[in-house]
């Protein structure tokens, strides 16, 4: 069985540029969410995917977008980066059944500059 | 609304036991998560409390109130491994989404 990974491990882009971000969700796993880590703090919920559709989202501004793909991996975009977007980006995986444990890529690290 | 409160750090002696306090207030409450994230890395389960009472796992045990709004994380035998930031995390809402708090950051001393 698969864990979930996650590419690339480290980003560093500069202020109004653009990233994409990459996750494939462990095997059988159809639900994919995206969190948001700063130093110091607990993950921050992005957004949530299910079969290709968004399913609910946390407080981000729609610069923060993503797409879920027919074999579950899913993509997390930012428009116009910001100094503040420096984070960790961690994409959890879970089947949609009763079991709700998440289990967690490894994370990219995005620099701003 | 969701809103979780836990300690910022903690410090215990190797062999000890320690226990990491946590408030939630979380509408629509599905569960109570526990992880754990040492530097640098992806956190990890640790366990999963719905019902009211005490869930055991090995050297780690997760007690869960309800009616509180209150879960404890309880580490028995601490190893200098088990240095690392916990993190609660109730789970709910109307999109039924893990919300964490800060998280712990317990340091092990010999």
């Known amino acids: 069985e698969t864990g979930v990974t996650q590419s690339p491990t480290h980003l560093i882009k500069t202020r109004g540029q653009q990233v994409t971000l990459r996750c494939s969700s462990q095997s059988g796993h159809n639900t994919v969410s995206w969190y948001q880590q700063a130093l110091g703090q607990g993950p921050q919920f992005i957004f949530q995917y299910y079969r290709e559709e968004e399913n609910g989202r946390g407080n981000f501004p729609p610069r923060f977008s993503g797409l879920q793909f027919p074999n579950y991996s899913s993509e997390l975009n930012v428009n116009a980066l910001e100094l503040d977007d420096s984070a960790l980006y961690l994409c959890?995986?879970?089947?949609?059944?009763?079991?709700?444990?998440?289990?967690f890529g490894p994370g990219t690290r995005l620099t701003v500059l | 609304g969701q809103n979780i409160d836990q300690p910022t750090e903690m410090t215990a002696t190797e062999g000890a036991i320690v226990q990491i306090n946590c408030t939630y207030q979380t509408s629509g409450f599905n569960g109570l998560f526990w992880y754990q994230q040492h530097a640098g890395e992806a956190p990890t389960f640790l366990s999963y409390n719905v019902l009211d009472g005490l869930e055991e796992k090995g050297r780690f045990s997760s007690f869960l109130s309800r009616s509180k709004g209150y879960s404890y994380l309880l580490l028995k035998e601490l190893q200098m491994k088990d240095s690392a930031s916990y993190l609660c995390a109730s789970y709910g809402g109307a999109t039924n989404k893990l919300i964490f708090g800060t998280g712990t950051l317990l340091a092990v001393q010999p």
């Open positions: 959890a995986s879970r089947t949609s059944g009763g079991e709700l444990e998440q289990f």
